[in-house]
C-alpha cells in the first residue's frame, strides 16, 4: 500500500469555523509533511513530524495547528482563517531520510480548502 | 536557504523529447528530486538523483552534475498524458527531511 489518504476532498468554512483536516497513511512512514499550494505555485512547506514529534514549523501563524495522533495519522486543525488561506492543502509522508539513501515523498490527493 | 530556477513553460509535440532543467544554489546540497502534478492532482515522485550521472526509468531520465549545481529532467517519446507540471526540489543538510521545490515547468504536449 503506497497510498497517503485525505479527507475531506473539498471543505468551505467561515472565517469563525473551526475544522479538521485528516491524512492517513500505512507504509509505516515515520516522516509526515503539511504543505499549502496556491493554483500555478509550488507546494509550501508547513510543518514536519518526525517520529509523532513536531521538527519544522514554517513560520506558520498559529491559526494553523498541527498534530500527530499516532505514526500514521496526521491532522490539520483550522480556527479563525482568513480568505488567503484558500488553497490546495498536501499531505505527504516519507522515511525518515536518515536511514535510507533514497529520499521520496509519497502526496496524498489533497483537501481543496475555501475560506469564505 | 535554497534557490532553484527552472523554465516556466515548455511546449513539445507527441513522439518528442524534451528537457527541463533546474538549476540550484544551496548550501550542504543532498539531493534532487523531480515531481509531476497533473492539474488538480498531486505531485507524484519522479525521480533523485544524489550522485552526479543519469538515472533512467522507462521514458523518464533524470541527470544530475553536482560541480555545477545543474540537474534536468529528460522524456522521452512525449505522450499527451505527460502535460502537465513539473517540479525539481533540492534536500540539504540544513535539514535532510525538508524539500525545496522549484517554481514548476508547465509543459504542454501537442497533438
Known amino acids: 500500500d503506497t497510498e497517503v489518504t485525505q479527507t475531506p476532498k473539498h471543505l468551505v468554512m467561515g472565517m469563525t469555523n473551526k475544522k479538521s483536516l485528516k491524512c492517513e497513511q500505512h507504509?509505516?512512514?515515520?516522516?509526515m509533511y503539511w504543505y499549502k499550494q496556491k493554483a500555478k505555485k509550488p507546494p509550501e512547506l508547513m510543518f514536519v513530524y518526525s517520529y509523532e514529534k513536531l521538527s519544522i514549523n514554517e513560520s506558520v501563524p498559529s491559526r494553523f495547528s498541527p498534530e500527530c495522533p499516532n505514526s500514521s495519522l496526521l491532522n490539520l486543525h483550522l480556527h479563525a482563517l482568513q480568505p488567503e488561506d484558500s488553497a490546495l492543502y498536501l499531505c505527504a509522508s516519507s522515511q525518515d531520510p536518515g536511514t535510507s539513501g533514497a529520499y521520496e515523498q509519497y502526496f496524498g490527493p489533497g483537501t481543496r480548502l475555501t475560506v469564505t | 536557504g535554497q534557490s532553484l530556477e527552472q523554465p516556466s513553460e515548455v511546449t513539445a509535440v507527441e513522439g518528442a523529447i524534451v528537457q527541463i532543467n533546474c538549476t540550484y544554489q544551496t548550501s550542504g546540497f543532498y539531493g534532487l528530486s523531480w515531481y509531476q502534478q497533473h492539474d488538480g492532482g498531486a505531485p507524484t515522485f519522479l525521480s533523485y538523483n544524489a550522485l552526479d550521472g543519469l538515472e533512467e526509468t522507462g521514458r523518464f531520465s533524470s541527470f544530475l552534475s553536482r560541480s555545477d549545481s545543474y540537474g534536468y529532467l529528460l522524456l522521452q517519446e512525449l505522450q499527451m498524458k505527460d502535460s502537465a507540471s513539473y517540479f525539481c526540489a533540492v534536500r540539504d543538510w540544513s535539514s535532510a527531511r525538508q524539500l525545496t521545490f522549484g517554481s514548476g515547468t508547465q509543459l504542454t504536449v501537442l497533438p
Open positions: 507504509m509505516g512512514h515515520r516522516a
